[in-house]
């Protein structure tokens, strides 16, 4: 990348004078009049050199000498160094725009697990879980270009407290062979109040729990089969519709076993025994203590944790295993990591905790069935009815693939950690900083070389043929590569949401000021239409959304 040869330019040119403990860093400037790319070098070895800023900057431009691929390089106040990118470099980057575009070898030959879209079974799939896979899905697509050899994996709660208590319901109910999402879902909900209101409910739901932790045969376990089952395909086919498809499922069934087995083997050590449960004395490493195995002899989340890290690592040996959470479970997975660590050090530092933030929303609101938390489908529903309203084509497929977009972005313009708010009625305009408005942005760059016949192969495109003012969105072109490395570096979407979302802003700038077709530089203009086209197409995939050719 030009980046690197500007880099080792700087870094060779502080030598010549006497500068050599300062590592330069090259940035893309906000501003556009300020450059292609900025360097503060100057500024950040002022003190070393006994020079002021701005007088550094003069002498590091006067050894740096000709770049290939620069055209201009300035010193200015109070001590940045602006390079600007030639008329022919940009025609070259033009020109080698394909399919393949953005792709890099950043994170080639390693491998990395991508889990996330965790479903708690009879547990209805919810708005948190929507979030989650919206992420994980990115986080491994961005890996891949990166040149990752990647792995989608998640992991189902289907023992738990919950599953008893819907088990419960359901068989208290007699409602066993009447068996589906929406059952569950009621099923879950009424045995999670019945637990809270009654002694005897609770005792019988515990007595259930107990009975699936030991695969005990019988109406308990039966039913819980069936609704294994229901809900594993319910969630594989709504996983499907937002994108995903995983490689490999692991289950707190089997991990829960080999994590008790895991944390008795390493009790005492790593942990300890304290009143009649198995506990890590989180305290001792700055952390908080939690129960591993509970005094009723029971593995719990924490020990579930660790039966999947070993199958994890058994199985695939990763360089990275990432694992999308929520902000609320930080805590929780510092003590996981610290204990995993302490029991096999790989399983603790090739472990990566991603954590986003709380979702909440403005413009509307979302009834939830069961429980106070809405649910995805629910909410995917509702963005597409807002979106069939508004669009005149009346393509469901197209309204489908418009509403999650409208959601994918509205997650994924958050770094980790943060919170995300959705607003309906923003998150759906093609006017403004919106999924649809990037579909949109590819739509009309697709109509355009649709009309020109030249929707596959770029037309010829000289020098010549360009002109000298370069347009803003072409000063962009160059880069995504660099953008979609710092993403896969740092396991941050929301780089390739606002690359794209300013890139779009600039193409729409200049397709209303310009004419294309059967106007003056039109290969110029078809070549630059269809180099954005490509940009955007491959930065949505990397995003998870679709790109309609028409909307």
């Known amino acids: ?88 470099y940009f025609v070259d980057v033009v020109k080698s725009i394909d399919d393949e575009w953005g792709e890099g070898q950043s994170l080639k030959g390693k491998k990395i697990l991508v889990e996330y879209a965790q479903p708690n079974l009879f547990k209805p799939f919810h708005v948190g879980h929507l979030l989650n896979t919206a992420i994980g899905e990115s986080l491994s697509r961005i890996a891949q270009f990166a040149g990752a050899s990647v792995v989608n994996i998640s992991y189902p709660s289907d023992i738990s407290l919950g599953v008893a208590k819907a088990v419960w319901s359901i068989l208290k109910n007699k409602k066993e062979n009447e068996l589906s999402i929406n059952t569950m879902g009621e099923a879950y909900a009424d045995g999670t109040k019945q637990y809270e209101d009654s002694k005897e409910t609770k005792e019988e739901i515990d007595d259930i729990n107990v009975a699936l932790n030991s695969q005990k045969e019988g109406d308990v376990w039966n039913v819980y089969q069936k609704g294994r089952e229901l809900n594993l395909n319910y969630f594989k086919t709504i996983a499907k519709r937002l994108g ?65 890290l070993k199958l994890k690592f058994e199985k695939y040996n990763p360089d990275i295993s990432i694992v999308v959470t929520d902000i609320e479970q930080k805590q929780y997975f510092e003590v996981i990591k610290k204990a995993a660590t302490l029991i096999n050090k790989t399983w603790g530092e090739n472990s990566l905790y991603w954590q986003h933030g709380r979702l909440r929303f403005e413009g509307g609101k979302v009834s939830s069935r069961y429980g106070n938390v809405p649910l995805a489908e629910d909410l995917i529903d509702q963005v597409k009815s807002i979106v069939s309203k508004k669009q005149s084509r009346g393509d469901e497929n197209v309204s489908e693939h418009v509403a999650i977009a409208a959601l994918k972005y509205a997650f994924l313009r958050s770094s980790s950690g943060k919170n995300v708010i959705f607003d309906f009625e923003k998150s759906i305009s ?71 979302t300013e890139l779009a802003g600039a193409f729409n700038s200049w397709y209303g000021q310009e004419r294309i077709i059967d106007a003056e530089y039109e290969a110029y203009k078809l070549a630059l239409t269809r180099a954005f086209a490509l940009t955007m197409k491959n930065g949505l995939w990397l995003l998870g959304i679709e790109a309609p050719e028409r909307m």
């Open 1 to 88: 990348m030009i980046e690197k040869r500007v880099k080792e330019s700087i870094q060779t040119a502080l030598k010549k004078l006497g500068i050599h403990s300062i590592e330069p860093k090259v940035e893309y400037p906000a501003d556009l009049s300020h450059g292609d790319f900025s360097s503060n070098v100057a500024m950040v070895a002022s003190q070393e050199a006994k020079v002021n800023p701005k007088e550094l900057a003069e002498k590091i431009v006067a050894e740096l000498g000709a770049i290939e691929g620069i055209e201009k390089i300035e010193a200015v106040s109070p001590g940045f160094i602006n390079f600007y990118l030639s008329r022919r």
């Open 430 to 500: 093609v006017e403004g900083d919106s999924g649809p408005y990037l579909q949109y942005s590819y739509a009309r760059a697709k109509s355009v070389l649709e009309k020109a016949g030249d929707v596959k192969k770029a037309p010829e495109l000289t020098q010549e043929l360009a002109p000298e003012l370069i347009p803003e969105f072409e000063r962009l072109l160059p880069r995504f590569p660099s953008v979609v490395e710092r993403a896969a570096q740092e396991y941050e979407p929301h780089y390739v949401t606002t690359y794209l």
């Open 244 to 308: 995903s498809e995983f490689a490999g499922m692991f289950f707190e069934s089997e991990s829960g076993v080999i994590g008790k087995q895991i944390v008795l083997d390493n009790t005492p050590g790593v942990f300890e025994k304290s009143e009649g449960a198995v506990i890590f004395k989180g305290e001792e490493y700055g952390l908080h203590t939690r129960v591993f195995i509970t005094s009723k002899d029971l593995p719990v989340y924490e020990s579930k944790d660790i039966g999947l």
